[in-house]
C-alpha cells in the first residue's frame, strides 16, 4: 500500500475553537498526523511518498464551487488587510445566512464572506490553511493515481486538515477541502464507472454526502453517531437516501452514543453489503478513528484490536478493487497512530 504523506500539513494550525461559550484549543492538530507517521516507522505498509498537485486545480474546480476555491485562495491575505493585528490571529466565522438569506451574493465584507463559506465556529482559517488543505487534495489525487495504473491496489492518504465535513462551498468541522470526494471524482475519472465512499469517521460526512446527493455514479455510506445529538447534528438520518438520479445512492447507518464493536461492525457489514450490491468498481474509505473509546470529543466505544479487524472486513469484502483510505477525524492524539495502522495493517493481511 502506498502511503501519500502531506508535507505542508503543519502550516494549518488552528489555536482555539468554540466550544459551549469558551474557546477551547483545537483537537485537530498535527501531532494527528506526526503519531501516524511514527507508528508507520515501527510497523511499515509502504513506500511513502509526496503528492503530487498535476492537474489538481482543474479537478478541485470539478468537485468544488470556484468561488469558494477562490475565496480561500485569497482568506488569508484578506484577513490580514483588515488589520495587521489580524495575523496574530485566526479568522473565525461569527456569523451566517440562515434560511431565508442570500447565498447568491458574495458580501465585500470579510466576515460575511467568512460567515457565507462555513457552517461552525470550530473551524479556524489560520495562516497556512489553504497550502495545507490544497497539498492534502493533492495527496488524495495522489494516491487514486495510485491505484488507478500506478501498479498500487490500495494507497493512503496521510493528511490534515481532514475534508468530509466540506461541500462544494463550504468549510466546517474542521475540514476546508474533500479530500474523499477528489480521490472518488479522480477515480471515476481515471476510468471507475461506479465508485464507493464509506466513510467510517465518528461524524457524518455532511460534506461527502451532499456532494454526490444527486449523483448515481458514486454511492456514499456513513456510520456515524446519530445526528440527533452528535455533531454535525443537521444531516445524516437514515431516512436520507439520495436524489434524483442519486436516489438510493445514499445510505446513513446513524448509531447512538455509546455504541460499541458488536453494533458498529454490525453496521459496518450492512454497509458493505450495499457496497456490493451497488458494484463498486472502486472505493474510497474516508478513515477516521475518533470512533475509539478514549476520543475526547466522540462517544463510541472501539478499542484498538478492533481497528485491525475494521481493515481486514474492508479489503476482504473489497476482494481486490482499487482502494484509496484517506484520513479523517480521531483525537485521542496518543492512540491514533496504533489505531490507523492497525486499519491499514488488516487491510494489507
Ligand atoms: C473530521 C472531524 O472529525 N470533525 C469533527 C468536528 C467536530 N467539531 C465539534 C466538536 C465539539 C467538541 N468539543 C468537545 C470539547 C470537549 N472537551
Ligand atoms: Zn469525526
Not at 6 to 14: A, E, I, K, L, T
Given at each position: 500500500m502506498r502511503i501519500v504523506h502531506?508535507?505542508?500539513?503543519?502550516?494549518?494550525?488552528?489555536r482555539l475553537e468554540m466550544f459551549r461559550g469558551r474557546l477551547v484549543?483545537?483537537?485537530?492538530?498535527?501531532a494527528r498526523v506526526d503519531h501516524v507517521l511514527a507508528e508507520l516507522g515501527r510497523r511499515p505498509q509502504g513506500p511513502v511518498v509526496l503528492p503530487d498537485d498535476a492537474g489538481l486545480d482543474a479537478l478541485l474546480a470539478r468537485v468544488h464551487a470556484p468561488r469558494y476555491l477562490a475565496f480561500l485562495g485569497r482568506a488569508w491575505d484578506d484577513w490580514v488587510a483588515l488589520d495587521p493585528a489580524n495575523a496574530a490571529l485566526d479568522a473565525i466565522p461569527s456569523v451566517w445566512p440562515v434560511r431565508g438569506f442570500r447565498a447568491d451574493l458574495e458580501p465585500d465584507n470579510f466576515a460575511a464572506r467568512l460567515g457565507l463559506y462555513s457552517f461552525d465556529a470550530g473551524t479556524p482559517l489560520t495562516a497556512g490553511s489553504w497550502a495545507a488543505a490544497r497539498a492534502g487534495a493533492a495527496c488524495a489525487l495522489t494516491a487514486a493515481r495510485a491505484v488507478t495504473g500506478g501498479g498500487e491496489r490500495q494507497a493512503f492518504a496521510l493528511t490534515r486538515p481532514p475534508g468530509h465535513h466540506a461541500g462544494a462551498d463550504f468549510f466546517g468541522g474542521y475540514c476546508f477541502l474533500n479530500n474523499a470526494a477528489v480521490a472518488a471524482q479522480a477515480l471515476r475519472e481515471a476510468g471507475a464507472a461506479r465508485v464507493a465512499v464509506l466513510d467510517i469517521d465518528y461524524h457524518h460526512g455532511n460534506g461527502t454526502q451532499s456532494l454526490f446527493y444527486e449523483r448515481a455514479d458514486v454511492f456514499t455510506a456513513s456510520i456515524h453517531g446519530d445526528p440527533r445529538t452528535e455533531y454535525p447534528f443537521y444531516l445524516g438520518h437514515a431516512d436520507e437516501r439520495g436524489a434524483g438520479p442519486g436516489l438510493g445512492h445514499n445510505l446513513n447507518l446513524p448509531l447512538p452514543r455509546g455504541t460499541g464493536w458488536a453494533g458498529w461492525a454490525a453496521a459496518l457489514d450492512a454497509a458493505l453489503a450495499a457496497l456490493g450490491t451497488f458494484g463498486a468498481d472502486a472505493c474510497v474509505v474516508s478513515l477516521g478513528v475518533d470512533t475509539y473509546a478514549g476520543d475526547p470529543i466522540s462517544g463510541f466505544t472501539l478499542d484498538s484490536a478492533d481497528y485491525t479487524e475494521i481493515g481486514r472486513r474492508i479489503a476482504a469484502a473489497l476482494g481486490g478493487r482499487p482502494c484509496v483510505w484517506v484520513y479523517e477525524g480521531g483525537y485521542a492524539v496518543d492512540a491514533v497512530g496504533v489505531n490507523v495502522v492497525n486499519v491499514l495493517e488488516g487491510a494489507n493481511a
Open positions: 502531506n508535507p505542508d500539513h503543519h502550516r494549518h494550525q488552528g484549543p483545537c483537537h485537530e492538530t498535527p
